[in-house]
């Protein structure tokens, strides 16, 4: 009896199948290493166009922005108090509720146990000192102000149209 070990056949990679093989891994790269560029929607003076992220007549806007998955607005009401009117992209949830400006000009909002802080670099929501989501904003608005902008310049990819949960913005 022999002792021949049978070696595995090694791969045979034919021109075209480097080339496929090549350029998947390409793809891959490019993928992974992309940046999630989201664009700012549609928005004039008193927030996002056609969004519950906007401030109504009588009320005035005081700041707003975008996140990836979020929108946001703060309003000035009538009783010199603030509204925070948002809603998460992905599904059309809406949340508008009293807010409240801390010293440092964050605004938060309380609603069943979970709390929102809007500052002009992050939407952060957190359920007592667990943080569950902190956002970057991507795109950012004071009245009177030129576009802010969280660290990097805004992307140029548009966010999808708005969801029906959010049409009429009222």
Known sequence: MS?????PRPAVFTPARR???AGTACAAVLVAAAPAAVAAPAFDSQGYVDSTARCTAPDTVVVFGSTAG????ICSIPDGGYEYRGVRVRDGARLIAVASRSSDGAFTVANDGVEYMVTSSALVISVGERVIRDEPMVDFHRPGASTESAEEPT???PLPPPLPAEEGGS
């Not at 002792?3 to 070696?7: D, G």
């Not at 979020?70 to 607005?73: N, T, Y």
């Open 3 to 7: 002792s021949h070990r049978m070696l």
């Open 70 to 73: 979020s929108r946001v607005a």
């Open 19 to 21: 080339v496929a093989l």
């Open 155 to 157: 992307p140029t990819t």
